[in-house]
């Protein structure tokens, strides 16, 4: 099991910045299994979508409506994965929640608690 503990939400005007952290902790065998680290959000009555996601090897993705204001990395000697938000905008208001992924032949997805991010107009 890998248990994870978001921070840094909050509310932010538009063109402001934010930065999300996300710790992961369990044993060691589960925090060694850790693959992709993720964030995705849910804004309401919309559906989860995926907002980025970060490999063990460095390997980054981004869904194209945060490309170019988002930034995401990890810490592996901390077990924690950040998203750095510049120029966000109303649209970005939503639940962020961080997503681990592990290696195997069965994959398992871990989620967080989740964290508010609301951007005023």
């Known amino acids: 099991q890998v248990q994870l503990v978001e921070s840094g939400g909050g509310l932010v005007q538009a063109g402001g910045s934010l930065r999300l952290s996300c710790a992961a902790s369990?044993?060691?065998?589960?925090?060694?299994?850790?693959?992709?680290m993720g964030w995705y959000r849910q804004a309401p009555g919309k559906q989860r979508e995926l907002v980025a996601t970060?490999?063990?090897?460095?390997?980054?993705n981004y869904v194209d409506s945060v490309k170019g204001r988002f930034t995401i990395s990890r810490d592996n000697a901390k077990n924690t994965v950040y998203l750095q938000m510049f120029s966000l905008k109303p649209e970005d208001t939503a639940v962020y929640y961080c997503?681990?992924?592990?290696?195997?032949?069965?994959?398992?997805?871990?989620w967080g608690q989740g964290t508010q991010v609301t951007v005023s107009s």
């Open positions: 997503n681990v992924e592990t290696m195997g032949v069965v994959r398992k997805n871990f």
């Open positions: 369990g044993s060691i065998r589960s925090i060694l299994s850790i693959d992709i």
């Open positions: 970060i490999t063990a090897g460095g390997g980054t």
